[in-house]
Structure formats: C-alpha cells, structure tokens
C-alpha cells in the first residue's frame, strides 16, 4: 500500500471567501457577455468559412491584398493553426449564398499565388440556420440542467440537486464568460465542450456527495461541516487523481489535436479546472447554505442496502 | 471468495470476444479506390478487369488490386490519392462511355470478414473528406402548389357537370369559388365532396354572391407536406446515384430538412446545379385558334396560356397539359437521327401513354409544343437582409407537328446543346421535386484535411491514453495494469459498437471517445481508492476488494448517469457535429460502465479471488 498521505484541510472554513471569489468571477463572466457578447463562430452566425494551405508561409497582408483587388472588401483572414494555414471568413450576405463564391476566392488566390493555394474547406451555413442553431443549444443546456436537477433530486435530496445545479451553471458560465471576456471563437465544438463540462462538473460533483450521504449516515459525531469536510478530504486522493488524468488527456488534446480542437479542448481545461473547485466550494457550500442537516439524509432508501453491505 | 461464477466469466469474455472480432476490421487501413458501375446495357465481366487495367497501364498508374464484386462493380485500389485520382482520369478517357466511375475508401478485408458481414468504422466527412450539404424543403410551396391542381381539377369538374360558376381563384392558402345562385353552390359542394374528402367547406354571401370558400383539412396538409418532403428525398437520391457517388446519404432532418452527404466527393457546384435543378418538361397542344397578337396585348383565351418561344416569339398554347415531367418513366439524351440536333428519349408511364395516344390520335395535323420549366432561384438584398426569390421559367423549346398517333416513346429536340439534353435527360430521370428546395447549409473538407485530422486526432489519443497508462500502471501497479486492460476493452467495444450501429465516426466523435476513456479511468480510481481506505480501515485484503466495489457502485452509477443525461439531451437537440460527439459518449457510458466494473472485477477475481493475501497490492 503507498497511498499519499494527504494533510487533512478544512475546506468549508474558506467558503466565504470562495464564494466571494466566484461572485466576481460569476459577475466578470457575466458583465463581459453582456457587453462584448460572444464571438460567435459560423455555425451559429451563418456565412462562409474557407480554409486554405499554402506551400509556404504567407503574409496575412498579402492574402488580404489579393482578396480586396477582387473585390471582396468584407473577407476576414486569420492564421490557422501554422503560418502556412488561413481561415477566411466571409459574413453572409446575398452573395455569399452564390455558388461561386468560393470559386471566386479562390481564383483571386491563385492570381496572387499561383500553384501555392490548396482549398482545404469551405463551410457555408445559412443565417437562418446559424440562428435556429443558437436556439437549440439554449434549449439543450436547459434541458440537460432539468434532467440532472430531477435526478439528482430523486437520488439525493433537494438541496443537494440545488447545490449541484448551482455548481453546474457556475461552472459553465464562467467557461462561457471566458470565451467572452478573450473574445476565443465560440463555436459548435465549444457548445459540445460547454455541455460536456456540465457532465463533467456534476459527475465530479455527485462524488463527493455520494461520499456526504454516506458519512451523514455512518459518522454519529461532528458538526454538518466537519463532515463534509471529512467527506471532502476522504475522496481527496480520487479528485486529484481523476482531474489530474481528465487534465493530462485535455491538455493533449489542446496541444496534439489540431486547430480545429483548440477551442474545445480550451474549453474543456477551464472546465476541469472550476469543475474540481466548485464541487467543494460551491456545491457543498450551497448544500451548506441551504441548511441541510443530517436527518436530511437519514430516511431509509435503496441506497442504504448498497451501503450495508461489509 | 470474490470469485465470479463460470457462467458470468464466460459472458463476460464472449462479450470481449465479440468486441474484439467486431473491431477487427479497423485495423486494416483503408485505401483510395474507385468504383466502378457500367451503364446502361453493358454488364461487368472479367473482361472489364483486363481491359481497365490496360488502360492504367498505358498511363502507367500503378494499381494495387483490381477485384470483381456482388452487384455488377469493379473496385480498384490504389496506393495513394494521387493515383486514385490520376486513375480516375485515365478510366474516364477511355472508358467513360460504357462505366459509371465514382472514388471511395475500401479497406482490404480478407475475404472471411467480407463473409461475415464484417466491416470497419465509417469515418465521418470530416476525416474522409467530402460535401456534406443541409437541404430546406418550401413546404408552403408544396401547398401552394396541391391547392393549384385541386382548381385544376375542380375547373374540369365544374365543367363536366355544367355547374355554372363565376370565378374559381386561389387566394393564399384557400380556394374561392363565387357563384350566381345557392342551388349551383350547393350543387358544387355536392360534387366536389363526393369527389375528396381532402377540402374543408365553408359558405357565405356577399350581396347577390354566392361563395364557397375551400380550405385543406390538416390532415390533408400533413400529408401533402410529408409526402412533399418523402418525394424530394427519393428524388434527390436518384440525382445524387446519377452522379456516380459512392455511399452517399440522404437522410430527412426535423420537419422539413434533408442532409445530404456525399463522401469523397469535392466539387460542390457541379453537385448543387443538380440538386438544385428543377427542371422538367410539360407537353401542352398550340392554340390555333386563339390570336397571338391579342393575347400579348393582354387579351388571352381562358382556355389558353401565353408562353414565349427561346427566341423570344410569342406562341399560346391550351392550358390543359396533356403529359407532365412526373409520367415520365425514363429519359436518355441523344442526336435526332435526321437533324443532328441534340434530343431527349423520352418514355411515358401507362397513363401518360394513354392521354398521348388519345391527344394525338384526336390532333394528327396539329401542333404540339414541349415546354422546359425551371426554378431559378436569384438572391437580392433588400434592407441590407438577403432575400431569395424563385422565379418559374417557363420556356416553349419546341413545335412540331403531329404527324402520327404515338404512344410510350417519342423523342422531344429543341434542346440548345447536348449538354442540356444530357442534364435533363437526368434530371426527367430521376423524377422532379415536388417541393422547391434551398441549401440552407454546405461544407467542402478537401481530403488532405481529413488525413490531417485522422493523423492529429490518433495522435492526441494516443498520446493522452498513453500518458494514462503510464501512470496507472505506475500508482496502482497490478491493479493499475487490469484498469489499463479495462480501458483497451472499453475503447474496442466503442469501436466495435459504433461499427455495429453503423454509426459515423467524426472529430468531435474522437473527443467524446477521449473523455468517456476518461469516465472509465475514474470508475477504476473510485474503486481502487475505496479498496484503499478499506485496508487502511483495518479489513482483511478480501474483505477489501469486494466492499471497494460495492461501495464505488453507487457514486460510479450517480456519474455516468448524470452524464448520460447531458449525453441523450445533446443527441436529441444536436445535429452533425453534436450528434456525432453524443453517440460515442453514450456508447463510450455504457461500456465504461461495464468494463471498469465488470471486466476488472473478473480479472481481479481470477488473479487474487480465493486465494489468502496478506496484504493487497493496490
């Protein structure tokens, strides 16, 4: 047996602190996507996107140079990923539904360059469709908060579903609010990231509760903090380790998985990162502030036979 | 104790064996190659294998295989995509009269997987490259235009019965008919719902007239909508087969949507004019009678309609069509023997034979003209919005004079340019749309992207599962060896599932595949730590294992659920990309779920169950 001896902490002694630290960042978050507003990618704004390769590194100059002899004044280039990559975008308008518009692109391109641009893509999404987009993934993220709401209402008890949910919302707001404050292309990976930090957060979350329920059930002694905080440093090795993997995996993904991964990997290191704290800080001290007390959890349930067993 | 009963051991490693065989097929790499189909009248033989690989010869293309397949197809591999594509160009040349080409990925099954049904992952258009293109239907124009055939039809019924009638107009979504007296009305509602029971009725008077206004029942919309929607999509995929695309999908999305997936294939103008194209032809007989220079100067004939001729000169034609695009059963293009000029072949089905019989029969010496109908759709801004409108052209492309009573098959000239005939050959072929469509969504990955993303997305994998191997087998020793078998598991059943599911595997499928690897290494954590706490609590290393399972069961169930919640929330609203990251994460949950539990479960039984420890070494 080698496991690491950890020094026991008080955690929920801080948690004043830490909610006035998540206050700020909750009330940045939200202030930024107010007033800047997201970088909406595409998918959600409609347009058109082309990405091409050159042979060598271009001047980002130059490629605006050659676009604008042609006549497109309104086409936004960035590097991709290497010098040798750039992404055009084109805002939609009536002609970029045209069906040579990318032809065209391409053409200017090529008089600028010839022989040295490969089109890699083209991506075109209608204005109608980036906004019903938009719509869906409201409705999905408050879909999937009402589902894990009931239950972890069914599994737990209501304040704890609260805590959770709180947690949860927390936690992708601020990712959100991240990609708002940088102004980081927020695009329909970033959703999927977004959503997935949901799973992620709670999945953290229902941990240490689970761990909560099981003290307030077997521990006859202490305060509803000293519990919880014993539950917390119980399953204090299993965090680390498990957010240390998710994290190591993450990063690799931001660094190894290509520029079409950067966002969502982005998205997912933030996440893993405030999906670790608020399962202490703000979960369990909502549960906290909620006033649970132990005879909360103390009705006979399914889950004690599971728990009964030596 | 802590021993599995045999029976589950074995289901569990049939389970893992079924996996493993299913999974199988992915580890052969897939190849560029070509398929290939013959047209019309040629069959595929093992002549065709001779004379294709001749023709890569003469280009000197090196070919990896060339092999014969069920269904009349050749497929060709090749070594890279330079030579499938120079390979393609050289077939094309030579042989593209008698075959269909089309590029595609095969991999180089052994003939026992084919046999068996086997087959590896698809792999999404994002990895393959491709056109992937998100089609809406103008469903209100599908009822627009049933309401139009209804008045049509309630036009003739009228007159046959001779109910008179003042006006019969569609005004937006309903029919108005306006009578002279309530014994004609009634007398008309008589005999048009004796006739469907598809309208709603509705009466009412204005002063001395008499109306009757004629609404579609819901019923009757829903249908005509699906219908709309159903007949696109089987038109749709007709066109796209008659490009010669291999594995295409079309598939309908929500209420009015169509997806559209072509792997492999990179140019997407030539693909939209196709889809897009709502050509059709319409056989109406001139009229003689009425005086063309009065109707251009407003006064046309009820009975007739003013067209305009490709030249610009004016003809009028009765409005009564005797055969439309839809009868038609099939089209090829061709040069008019006497003339020269590029024609279409045109053959009718039973009742479009039957009306042209019987109209020709009636009109031997007079003229009958082919009108050539086509959506244009133009896009302008107005107020700084786009605004699309679909303008009908309706053009005369020929008149001749009925010589003879024909039937089935005719043939229609007047075409501009072999070209045209050869498009609409196609698209007469393949049926018309019976709503008008707009391409609300379109993306082009070029292949060398989807190599890149295979490469980069294997690599961080990889590399992010490797570095998780590492340190489990390193911290937990054994037990972080059996977690680290679990996981291979665990990724070869996603595998293995999304195969037999024929499900896509996309980018953000990748993803979600890393972070249910993700799940499963915390399920073993869970576990692990809680054997942990067990020893340290004093209990026997047995005692142990079993208490760090049961009591990890429930917090690692609360987990995966909570996840799978955000995961089935996700595949219902998402689309594409979403959906694609949703599916693997479901199955990635499930199958986490039993090889972290189950599958070390067992290997820790076999290797520490029954036996006496000491101490556990976790």
């Known amino acids: 047996m080698r496991a690491i001896k950890l020094p026991q902490f008080n955690f929920l002694s801080q948690r004043r602190k830490a909610m006035a630290f998540s206050a700020v960042l909750i009330v940045t978050s939200l202030l930024s996507i107010l007033i800047q507003g997201l970088n909406l990618g595409l998918d959600f704004t409609g347009g058109t996107v082309i990405e091409v390769n050159y042979k060598t590194a271009v001047d980002l100059a130059e490629v605006r140079k050659a676009l604008s002899i042609a006549g497109f004044e309104n086409v936004m280039a960035q ?127 229902v941990v240490v509760f689970d761990r909560i329920r099981e003290n307030f059930r077997k521990v006859r002694r202490g305060t509803v903090i000293e519990i919880m905080d014993q539950s917390v440093n119980e399953t204090m090795t299993r965090t680390i380790i498990t957010a240390g993997t998710v994290f190591l995996v993450v990063v690799t993904l931001y660094f190894f998985g290509g520029p079409t991964l950067h966002g969502f990997s982005l998205a997912l290191i933030i996440g893993v990162v405030f999906g670790t704290y608020s399962t202490i800080y703000v979960a369990s001290a909502s549960v906290v502030a909620l006033g649970v007390s132990r005879a909360d959890l103390l009705r006979p349930s399914k889950e004690t036979v599971t728990d009964g067993r030596p | 104790m802590n021993r599995y009963p045999l029976w589950k051991n074995l289901l569990i490693l049939s389970v893992i064996l079924i996996s493993l065989l299913l999974a199988w097929p992915n580890l052969y790499s897939q190849d560029p190659s070509i398929e290939m189909t013959a047209t019309r009248g040629v069959t595929i033989t093992a002549a065709s294998v001779t004379e294709v690989r001749a023709a890569l010869d003469n280009a000197s293309i090196p070919v990896k295989d060339i092999k014969l397949r069920d269904g009349g197809k050749l497929l060709i591999r090749f070594a890279s995509a330079s030579d499938q594509l120079r390979g393609q160009e050289a077939i094309e040349q030579t042989l593209s009269t008698r075959y269909h080409t089309a590029l595609t990925l095969s991999a180089d099954l052994p003939r026992w997987m084919t046999a068996l049904g086997l087959k590896p992952m698809n792999l999404g258009l994002d990895l393959r490259g491709g056109i992937h293109v998100v089609i809406d239907v103008d469903l209100d124009a599908a009822l627009e235009q049933a309401l139009e055939r209804n008045l049509g039809d309630m036009r003739t019924q009228l007159r046959d019965k001779k109910i ?125 009678e009425g005086s063309v220079a009065d109707a251009v100067a407003g006064k046309v004939p009820v009975a007739s309609k003013l067209y305009y001729e490709r030249d610009g000169k004016p003809i009028l034609l009765k409005r009564r069509v005797i055969v439309t695009g839809d009868q038609i059963t099939d089209a090829s293009s061709g040069f008019d023997n006497q003339s020269g000029t590029p024609t279409v072949f045109v053959n009718l089905d039973g009742q479009g ?93 070029g292949p060398s992207l989807g190599q890149d993303n295979i490469d980069q997305g294997l690599h961080s994998v990889i590399i992010g599962m490797g570095a998780v191997v590492l340190f489990m087998g390193f911290y937990y020793r054994v037990f972080g060896l059996i977690a680290n078998v679990a996981l291979v598991v665990n990724l070869v059943m996603i595998a293995a599932v999304l195969g037999l599911l024929g499900a896509t595997l996309t980018m953000p499928g990748i993803a979600g595949m890393v972070l249910t690897l993700g799940m499963s290494v915390d399920a073993n954590v869970l576990i692990f730590e809680r054997m942990r706490e067990e020893i340290k609590n004093g209990s026997s290393p047995q005692a142990s294992i079993a208490a760090g399972f049961d009591k990890a069961f429930s917090t690692i169930v609360d ?55 000491k101490t556990l070494p976790v």
């Open chain 1, 79 to 205: 590097q991709f990923g290497t010098p040798r990559d750039v992404l055009l975008r084109i805002p939609p308008n009536g002609e970029a539904n045209d069906r040579e518009l990318s032809k065209q692109v391409m053409n200017a391109l090529n008089t600028a360059a010839p022989n040295q641009v490969e089109l890699r893509r083209v991506e075109f999404v209608g204005p109608q469709v980036g906004k019903e987009l938009a719509d869906q993934s409201g409705l999905s993220v408050l879909f999937s908060l009402i589902g894990i709401l009931i239950y972890v209402a069914l599994r737990f008890e209501w304040r704890f579903s609260v805590g959770a949910v709180i947690a949860t919302m927390h936690d992708a707001t601020i990712v959100v609010g991240a990609f708002s404050l940088f102004q980081i292309d927020f695009d329909l990976t970033v959703l999927a990231a977004v959503l997935t930090v949901i799973g992620y957060s709670l999945n953290d979350t």
């Open chain 2, 353 to 445: 034979a039957r009306r042209m019989r019987d109209m020709t029969t009636e009109n031997v010496g007079k003229p009958m003209a082919v009108v050539f109908i086509e959506n244009r759709t133009t896009t302008a801004m107005v107020d700084g919005k786009p605004v699309k409108t679909t303008r009908k052209v309706e053009e005369v492309i020929s008149v001749a004079t009925i010589r003879e009573p024909f039937g089935s098959r005719f043939q229609t000239t007047g075409l501009e340019s072999s070209a045209e005939a050869h498009d609409t050959a196609l698209l007469l072929r393949s049926g018309a749309l019976a709503a008008p469509i707009q391409i609300v969504e379109e993306r082009t990955i």
């Open chain 2, 559 to 613: 987990g995966h659920v909570t996840t799978l919640i955000a995961a089935i929330v996700l595949f219902s609203f998402g689309t594409g990309p979403v959906k694609g990251f949703a599916v693997t994460l479901i199955i990635g949950l499930a199958s986490s779920m039993f090889t972290a539990i189950n599958c070390s479960r067992a290997l820790i039984n076999l290797a520490y169950g029954g036996k006496r420890l």
């Open chain 2, 164 to 288: 008179r009638y003042l006006t019969l107009t569609r005004d937006g979504n309903h029919l108005v008919a306006k009578f002279n007296d309530a014994e004609s009305r009634a007398a008309a509602v008589k005999a048009l719902q004796r006739e469907t029971q598809d309208m709603q009725v509705e009466t009412s008077e204005d002063g001395d007239r008499f109306i009757a206004q004629l609404n579609l029942t819901p019923a009757a919309q829903r249908q005509i909508k699906d219908f709309a929607l159903e007949q696109n999509i089987t038109t749709l995929r007709n066109r796209v087969n008659a490009l010669g695309i291999a594995e295409p999908s079309i598939a309908r999305q929500g209420e009015r949507r169509i997806v559209v997936q072509l792997p492999g294939a990179q140019d997407p103008g030539r693909l939209k004019e196709i889809l897009g194209a709502t050509a059709t032809l319409e056989y109406r007989l001139v009229d003689t």
